[in-house]
């Protein structure tokens, strides 16, 4: 291919992308754009420089991330903004040559149909945990009366060992679609949060003795070691930090088969964090991007547990919950074979 052929195919492949995409100089001089992007803007020509580009959206700074992605030299990501009736993906990406930044390309791609899908799947699953949930307690209910009240009338270890079987799967169903009608409360801001100043090893110290058993059961030795450290009161809600140490300390147990689970706290500026490391299996380098996405779950996953018992939104609630109260929920660090690490911030109450 010749260069004059170059310079015909590059416009036309431009031109025939089916998402938005422009071409800037450093100095924020739009030099080219494809159809798609004045479609998708909703104007009769393309916008000539990037301040005339941030004119058109009102909910975000077109030129801030414009700089930003020059002075970091790095890609630059809005996953999701509300433009009109539509939703948008917008990436700036920039374009480096031998004396520095040359200039940028930006992107620009119309997601309103995924996220129209995402709501009907989201609607789908509220109405039928709804619908699960009813029976689901009526088998539970019916399975732990049977185990407390009439298991010594029960002969057969066998039979005893398939009515344990169905309380534990029945607590395990009602827990996923507990986790299905909460996710999107959570995402939809219509869960609040109730802060308060409080002892946060008590809380601690409360989950570790209910989990306990269940950890004994699994050969697995569960503790807080706190002995050397003073953690402060914290400022939050006491009832869903004690939910999202169940949470951390339940997905531990999922990818732990024996061992320990720890769980330690230390003070960092402003924020008690605190700590749970467990001896599992391990998360490899390409599954750890999937953690606290929704619905998402790792292939060892599989592994540990031989069918999947979550919902995949165990960490995702988790994360959604602790930065509604200021705080942030991480992976440490996890290695295959060896376990993983995971923390959360929560404000110190002053």
């Given at each position: 291919?010749?260069?004059?052929?170059?310079?015909?195919?590059?416009?036309?492949?431009?031109?025939?992308?089916?998402?938005?995409?422009?071409?800037?100089?450093?100095?924020?001089?739009?030099?080219?754009?494809?159809?798609?992007?004045?479609?998708?803007?909703?104007?009769?020509?393309?916008?000539?420089?990037?301040?005339?580009?941030?004119?058109?959206?009102?909910?975000?700074?077109a030129v801030c991330n414009y700089n930003e992605c020059i002075s970091s030299k790095?890609?630059?990501?809005?996953?999701?903004?509300?433009?009109?009736?539509?939703?948008?993906?917008?990436?700036?990406?920039?374009?480096?040559?031998?004396?520095?930044?040359?200039?940028?390309?930006?992107?620009?791609?119309?997601i309103?149909?995924?996220k129209a899908i995402e709501k009907r799947r989201d609607e789908f699953f509220i109405v039928a945990s709804h619908e699960l949930r009813t029976p689901l307690t009526a088998i539970r209910t019916s399975a732990e009366l049977m185990l407390t009240a009439y298991l010594d009338q029960i002969p057969n270890d066998d039979m005893k060992q398939l009515l344990t079987s169905i309380d534990t799967a029945s607590i395990r169903l009602i827990k996923i679609v507990n986790d299905y009608l909460e996710a999107p409360k959570l995402e939809q801001g219509k869960i609040q949060v109730k802060k308060e100043s409080f002892n946060i090893v008590e809380v601690i110290n409360k989950v570790v003795g209910d989990l306990k058993i269940i950890a004994e059961k699994k050969n697995i030795?569960?503790?807080?070691?706190?002995?050397?450290?003073?953690l402060p009161n914290v400022f939050a809600d006491k009832g869903v930090t004690e939910q999202i140490i169940i949470n951390l300390i339940s997905n531990s147990m999922k990818f732990t088969s024996e061992g320990s689970i720890t769980l330690t706290g230390t003070v960092e500026q402003d924020f008690v964090k605190i700590i749970v490391s467990d001896t599992g299996i391990g998360i490899s380098e390409k599954d750890q991007p999937l953690l606290f996405k929704k619905f998402q779950?790792?292939?060892?996953?599989?592994?540990?547990?031989?069918?999947?018992?979550g919902s995949g939104l165990g960490l995702y609630i988790s994360q959604l919950l602790i930065s509604n109260m200021g705080g942030v929920v991480t992976l440490e660090k996890s290695e295959l074979g060896k376990g993983s690490v995971f923390a959360f911030t929560i404000p110190i109450a002053k």
């Open positions: 291919m010749n260069p004059a052929d170059e310079k015909i195919t590059l416009p036309s492949s431009i031109n025939s992308l089916p998402f938005g995409f422009m071409l800037a100089d450093a100095s924020g001089i739009i030099v080219l754009s494809n159809p798609a992007s004045v479609k998708i803007l909703e104007k009769e020509s393309a916008p000539q420089s990037v301040s005339e580009l941030a004119k058109i959206f009102v909910n975000f700074d790095t890609p630059f990501e809005i996953k999701e903004i509300a433009f009109d009736k539509k939703f948008l993906r917008i990436l700036f990406v920039p374009i480096l040559g031998s004396s520095g930044i040359m200039g940028h390309a930006i992107t620009f791609e119309d309103t149909e995924l030795k569960l503790a807080y070691d706190g002995q050397n450290v003073f779950q790792t292939d060892e996953s599989f592994i540990s547990r031989g069918i999947m018992q």
